[in-house]
C-alpha cells in the first residue's frame, strides 16, 4: 500500500479505512514504462488521475472496491477523452487512464 500512496498521492486524502477496502491490484505501478508524467496531466485537467492495468481491467475482487464504484468521475468535454483515449493508445503498456474529482468526491 506503501508504494500506490506514493505514487499516488491524492489517495492519501481518502479515509485509511477506505484504503484498506481497495483492492490495489489493477493499479498500474511501474510508472517508468510511461511516456507521460501523471502529475502534469493531473495539473492540466484539474483532476486526480489513476492509471489502471487495462490487460487485466475487468478481473475485479469481488471482496475489495474499486474507485469508480466510490469516487466521482471528473466531467470533461469531448476533447479531452480524446486526448486521453490518444495518450493510452500511444503508450507502450496496455493502461486505463481515470481522471477523478479534484477535490475527492464520494458518490452518494
Known amino acids: 500500500m506503501k508504494k500506490v500512496l506514493k505514487l499516488y498521492k491524492w489517495l492519501n486524502d481518502l479515509p485509511e479505512s477506505f484504503l484498506f477496502e481497495l483492492d490495489f491490484e489493477e493499479f498500474y505501478l511501474?510508472?517508468?514504462?510511461?511516456?507521460?508524467?501523471i502529475e502534469?496531466?493531473?495539473i492540466k485537467y484539474d483532476a486526480n488521475v489513476m492509471i489502471y492495468?487495462?490487460?487485466n481491467f475487468n478481473?475485479?475482487?469481488?471482496k475489495k472496491k474499486q474507485l469508480c464504484q466510490s469516487l466521482?468521475?471528473?466531467?470533461?468535454p469531448k476533447l479531452t477523452?480524446?486526448?486521453?483515449?490518444?495518450?493510452?493508445?500511444?503508450?507502450s503498456v496496455l493502461i486505463s487512464i481515470v481522471l477523478y474529482e479534484n477535490p475527492?468526491?464520494?458518490?452518494?
Request: hydrophobic share 35%; glycine share 0%.
Open 30 to 37: 511501474d510508472h517508468s514504462n510511461l511516456n507521460f508524467d
Open 40 to 42: 502534469q496531466l493531473e
Open 53 to 55: 492495468k487495462a490487460d
Open 59 to 62: 478481473i475485479h475482487n469481488s
Open 72 to 76: 466521482k468521475m471528473k466531467n470533461v
Open 81 to 91: 477523452v480524446e486526448k486521453i483515449n490518444r495518450i493510452e493508445k500511444e503508450s
Open 104 to 108: 475527492v468526491q464520494f458518490k452518494i
